[in-house]
C-alpha cells in the first residue's frame, strides 16, 4: 500500500510492526512512552505494548543505552533512543567500547542486536550544543553499521532492517527531517540496507550525499538542470559500510564527483569518500575529487551566521559548477 | 529582614518575570528562535540563592539561566541582546538563550547539555580551594539532572576534596514529561547527597526569604572550610518545558495548585501582611501609637504603592532591553572566527 506519511510516522510505522511481531523487540530513552517522543516517534506506542517494552528513562544515556548492550547479548532486540546525537556523546562508551567491541573480544560468542536511533544536524537556532552530527566519530569504529536515512521510505525500511540484524547498528536521523513527507510504499519490498540509490541520474558530475543534504542535491540538481548542467545524484543511506560500486558506476559516466555533507568537510564524512574515489577512480576523473560541507566551526546561534555554516542550495549549485569549471573550493 | 535586601529581592523577582513573559512574545514575534526555556515559577530560587551570594562568588547555570544571569548583574539589555542573537549579546550573539557567559561577573555559564554543570563547578572549586581563596561556587542543576553520571562523580570528588560548592537542585518535579516519582527511584534529591556525607536539606523553592536565609547558611560553613553543601528547592514551573512545549502532560489541577504557591504573589503577600492598614492602626490604643510605629519603621517592608512602582519599574527596564536588542547589529562571520580563535593571540602554530 502506497501512502503519503512523514519521516517521524514511517519511523513509528517501522517501530510498531517490528514490535508487534516480536516480544524481544522493545524501546527506551528519556520521553519516549507517556509523552510519546520528542519528535513523536514512538507515539501511541506506550498505550499499545506498556511501560517494559516502551520505557521511559532517567538522563542516563551512558547506563541505559549500556543496559540495552547488556539486553542484547541475551537476544533482546533493544531500540534505544537517545533524544540527539549531541546527548550521545555520553553514550558512546557503550557504543564504541561495549556494542561494538564485545561480540569480537568474545571470539564471536554474543549477537548485539541492538539499534541506537538519533537524530542529529542543524537545525533551527539550536546553537552549538545542539546541532552537532556524529558521523565522523561512528564512521571510525569497525563492529558497528550506521544507515542515514533521508526519506520516509528509507526511514521505514531501514529502522525495520536494523532490528531485525544482530549487529549493533546506528540510525542517524535529521532534527529536520522528520515532518518532511513522502511516499512509503510497506508492501514493496526492502532494497539491502546499505545499498546506495541514484535519486537523479545525469551525465556531467555525480553528486554524492546523505540525509539531509542528500534532499538539497536533488533540489541542488534541478538548480543546475536550468543552467546546462546534468547532474547525477548519489544518496549513500549508509555511511557504514559504503555502496562503492554505485559511485564509481557513476563517476565512470560523468567523470566529476562532489561531495556534499552538512558536517564540517575537516575529517568529515566526506574525506573518507574523497579518499576512496580518489583511489579507485584516478583515471576516470576529469578533475579532482571535491568536498563541499559546513565550516571548521562550532554552530553560530546567531540565525543568519547559522545559515551561513552548512551548505545551501545555491552553495551546492555554485560548488558543482567550480568543479566542471576546474576550479574547485 | 533588611528592607532594602527584599526590595532589591522583589524586584529581581518582578524583573524576572516580567523579562520572561516578553521574551515568550519576542518568540512568537520570531525574534528568537532555538530552544527557549523559561523561569516563571521558579524566581524565588535564583533570587534567594543569588542575593545571598558574595560578587566574588562564582555560578554554573544550565539552559534556563536568564534570570540566574540577571539576578547576578548581567544587564537584561545583553541577556535580551544574546536571546535576539546579536552583537550586543553577553555572548555576541555566538551562544544563544541557553549560553549566556559573562567572565567579569563571574557568571561561568548555561550549559545545555544536561549534566555539565557539575564537573565545571567542581573545577571552579578546585581551583579556589588550591589557592586558599574565600570565594565559593554555586551549582545549579535540575532534579531530572541527578541521574545523569557526573551528578556523582562530582559529589564524591567534592566531598573527598572539601572543595568549596554550594549545589542547588531547582526540583520543578519534571524531566520534560516525566515526571519525578517515573525518573527517580529516590524522590527526594537532597537524600542522595548523604552517600557522599554531603550536608543536604530541603528548601521551600517558593519562598524567597527561607531559600535566602537557607542560602546564606549554606555559604556561611562552606567558607569555614568544611567541604561542600547540597540544597534542594522545590519548585514548580508555570510552563512547559520550553515554549515549544505545551507541557500537556501535567496535571491540571497540580499546575493551579502550585499557581495558588506564585513566589513573587507570596513575596508580596508576606511583606504586605507586615504592613498595617488604616484599620489596624486606628485599632491600636493611643498609648501604643509611638511603640508601634517604631517597630512599623522596623518591620514594614513594602506597601501597594511601592509594589506598583517597582512594577512599573522593572516593565521600562524590559521594554528597554526589547529596544536595545532590536537595533544591536547582527555578528559577522569574521566575529564567529575571532571568537573561535580567541585564544591563540602570539602562537605560531606551524
Ligand atoms: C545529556 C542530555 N540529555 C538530554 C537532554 C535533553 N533535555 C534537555 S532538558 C531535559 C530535562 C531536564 O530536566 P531537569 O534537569 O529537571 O531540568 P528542568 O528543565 O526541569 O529545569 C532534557 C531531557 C539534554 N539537554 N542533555
Ligand atoms: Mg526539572
Known amino acids: 500500500m502506497v501512502e503519503q506519511v512523514t519521516y517521524y510516522q514511517a519511523l513509528n510505522r517501522a517501530l510498531d510492526e517490528a514490535m508487534a511481531v516480536d516480544d524481544t523487540v522493545f524501546t527506551l530513552g528519556e520521553d519516549v512512552g507517556l509523552y510519546g517522543g520528542s519528535y513523536r516517534v514512538t507515539e501511541g506506542l506506550y498505550a499499545r505494548y506498556g511501560a517494559w517494552r516502551v520505557r521511559d528513562t532517567p538522563i542516563s544515556e551512558g547506563s541505559f543505552t549500556g543496559l540495552g548492550v547488556g539486553a542484547a547479548l541475551i537476544g533482546m532486540r533493544p531500540v534505544v533512543e537517545i533524544m540527539t546525537v549531541n546527548f550521545a556523546l555520553l553514550a558512546l562508551d557503550a557504543i564504541i567500547n561495549m556494542a561494538a567491541k564485545i561480540p569480537f573480544m568474545s571470539g564471536g560468542q554474543f549477537p548485539m542486536p541492538l539499534v541506537v536511533r538519533m537524530p542529529g544536524g542543524v537545525a533551527k537556532q539550536l546553537a552549538a550544543q545542539h546541532s552537532q552530527r556524529l558521523e565522523h566519530t561512528l564512521m571510525n569504529v569497525a563492529g558497528i553499521r550506521i544507515a542515514v536515512p533521508s526519506t520516509p521510505q528509507d526511514a521505514y525500511w531501514q529502522l525495520q532492517q536494523a532490528i531485525r540484524s544482530n549487529e549493533p547498528i546506528v540510525l542517524l536521523e535529521h532534527e529536520l527531517l522528520y515532518f518532511s513527507k513522502a511516499e512509503l510504499d510497506t508492501v514493496q519490498p526492502a532494497i539491502p540496507m546499505h545499498r546506495a540509490v541514484v535519486r537523479r541520474s545525469g551525465s556531467d558530475i555525480t553528486l554524492i550525499s546523505y540525509s539531509r543534504t542528500a534532499i538539497l542535491a536533488q533540489q541542488a540538481a534541478q538548480q543546475l538542470a536550468e543552467q546546462g548542467i546534468d547532474a547525477e545524484v548519489i544518496d549513500l543511506r549508509s555511511l557504514r559500510p559504503i555502496d562503492w560500486q554505485t559511485c564509481i558506476d557513476s563517476v565512470n559516466k560523468t567523470h566529476h564527483v562532489l561531495i556534499i555533507e552538512e558536517d564540517s568537510v575537516y575529517a568529515g564524512a566526506g574525506a573518507e569518500i574523497a579518499a576512496q574515489l580518489a583511489e579507485r577512480c584516478f583515471y576516470i576523473l576529469d578533475a579532482p575529487v571535491a568536498r563541499h560541507g559546513g565550516l571548521d566551526m562550532p554552530t553560530p546561534y546567531n540565525g543568519q551566521l547559522e545559515a551561513l555554516s552548512i551548505p545551501t542550495l545555491d552553495s551546492i549549485a555554485q560548488a558543482a559548477s567550480k568543479v566542471l569549471e576546474g576550479e574547485a573550493e | ?350
Open chain 2, 1 to 350: 529582614m533588611d528592607r532594602q535586601l527584599f526590595h532589591g529581592m522583589l524586584k529581581d523577582m518582578l524583573l524576572a518575570r516580567s523579562f520572561e513573559e516578553r521574551a515568550a512574545q519576542e518568540y512568537s514575534a520570531g525574534n528568537i528562535a532555538g530552544f527557549l526555556h523559561l523561569y516563571p515559577g521558579e524566581e524565588a530560587v535564583a533570587v534567594g540563592v543569588i542575593h545571598a551570594a558574595d560578587q566574588s562568588d562564582y555560578i554554573v547555570s544550565t539552559y534556563r539561566e536568564h534570570v540566574h544571569a540577571m539576578v547576578r548583574g548581567v544587564p537584561p539589555r545583553a541577556v535580551m541582546a544574546e536571546l535576539f542573537g546579536k552583537l550586543d549579546g553577553c555572548s555576541k550573539g555566538m551562544g544563544g538563550s541557553m549560553h549566556l557567559f559573562d567572565r567579569e561577573r563571574r557568571f561561568m555559564g548555561g550549559y545545555a547539555i544536561v549534566g555539565e554543570t557539575y564537573p565545571v563547578a567542581i573545577g571552579l572549586g578546585y581551583a579556589i580551594a588550591m589557592q586558599r581563596l574565600p570565594e565559593a561556587v554555586i551549582c545549579f542543576f535540575g532534579d531530572g539532572a541527578v541521574n545523569q553520571g557526573t551528578f556523582h562523580e562530582s559529589l564524591n570528588m567534592a566531598a573527598l576534596w572539601k572543595l568549596p560548592v554550594l549545589f542547588v537542585c531547582e526540583n520543578n518535579h519534571y524531566q520534560i514529561g516525566t515526571e519525578i516519582h517515573r525518573h527517580s527511584a529516590v524522590s527526594d534529591v537532597y537524600q542522595r547527597a548523604c552517600g557522599y556525607d554531603i550536608p543536604a536539606h530541603k528548601v521551600n523553592g517558593m519562598d524567597v526569604l527561607e531559600v535566602h536565609a537557607k542560602t546564606g547558611e549554606a555559604l556561611q560553613r562552606i567558607r569555614e572550610g568544611t567541604g561542600p553543601q547540597l540544597l534542594e528547592m522545590e519548585t514548580y514551573r508555570f510552563r512547559g518545558h520550553s515554549v515549544s512545549d505545551p507541557g500537556s502532560y501535567r496535571p491540571r489541577v497540580e499546575v493551579d495548585a502550585f499557581r495558588q504557591r506564585d513566589p513573587i504573589k507570596q513575596a508580596e503577600r508576606e511583606a504586605q501582611s507586615l504592613y498595617p492598614d488604616a484599620q489596624q492602626l486606628s485599632a491600636v490604643g493611643a498609648d501604643h501609637i509611638q511603640l508601634f510605629s517604631a517597630h512599623l519603621q522596623q518591620q514594614d517592608l513594602i506597601n501597594e504603592q511601592e509594589i506598583v512602582k517597582l512594577q512599573q519599574q522593572v516593565d521600562s527596564i524590559v521594554e528597554d532591553a526589547v529596544q536595545f536588542a532590536q537595533q544591536s547589529p547582527q555578528p559577522d562571520m569574521q566575529q564567529a572566527w575571532d571568537a573561535l580563535n580567541c585564544n591563540r593571540a602570539d602562537e605560531v602554530l606551524i
